[in-house]
């Protein structure tokens, strides 16, 4: 079985999302010892933002070869491949300015690719081809941003990663720690809450 982990918290070890994310994937590790992880930092090893050297030969636009589009088709290449490849995908992602980190959207906008990840048939409808795969989104925030809240129209970190997977015919999985900026009360509860989230996660 082949993990891969993603973090895009730029806190380190002061994140929760990177706190959670690691028992997920620990709490994976110890069910199927033979798991294989590859773990992507975006804050270590940050992606490019998408420019058109990024983009496939065959997009309108994508320009001529040269040598830097060569590097830059490559890594991209490197991170459709990881994902592809790939039975269970988890990813630490916070919620910066009510939506998704910069860093963690240079990374989906290399998985979400026509031909690869989808493809528009004839009508216009859209058939997935990334196959079977599990995805285990942990997600932070600083605020209360549920259904019920006064706050939850500025949610678009949880609605955004539902909305970019399901596109891909994936159904994520969600754990949400919040309030943590709050108090350290509030803090504590959410990663108590957060890590009881993870232990009651199904292995298979």
Known sequence: MKLLHIDSSILGEHSVSRQISAAVVEK??????????????????PLEHLN?????????????????????????QAVLQEFMDADAVVIGAPMYNFTVPSQLKAWIDRIVITGKTFRYRADGSVETLTGLKRV??????????????????????????RAIF???????????????QMGPEY??????????????????
Do not use: C, M, W
């Open 28 to 45: 994976l590790r110890q069910a199927h010892p033979d798991l294989k992880v590859t773990y992507r930092d975006l804050i270590a090893e």
């Open 52 to 76: 058109l050297e990024s983009l496939p030969q065959n997009y309108p636009l994508a320009g001529g070869a040269s040598a830097s589009r060569a590097s830059r088709l490559a890594a991209s």
């Open 136 to 161: 285990i989104l942990v997600l932070s925030r600083g605020g209360f941003y549920g259904p019920d809240t006064p706050s939850a129209a500025a949610e678009h970190l949880e609605s955004y990663l």
């Open 166 to 180: 399901g596109f891909i015919g994936i159904t994520p999985e969600i754990i949400v720690a919040e309030g943590i």
């Open 187 to 204: 803090r504590q509860k959410a990663i108590a809450t957060a890590l009881q989230a993870v232990s009651d996660l199904p292995t298979i």
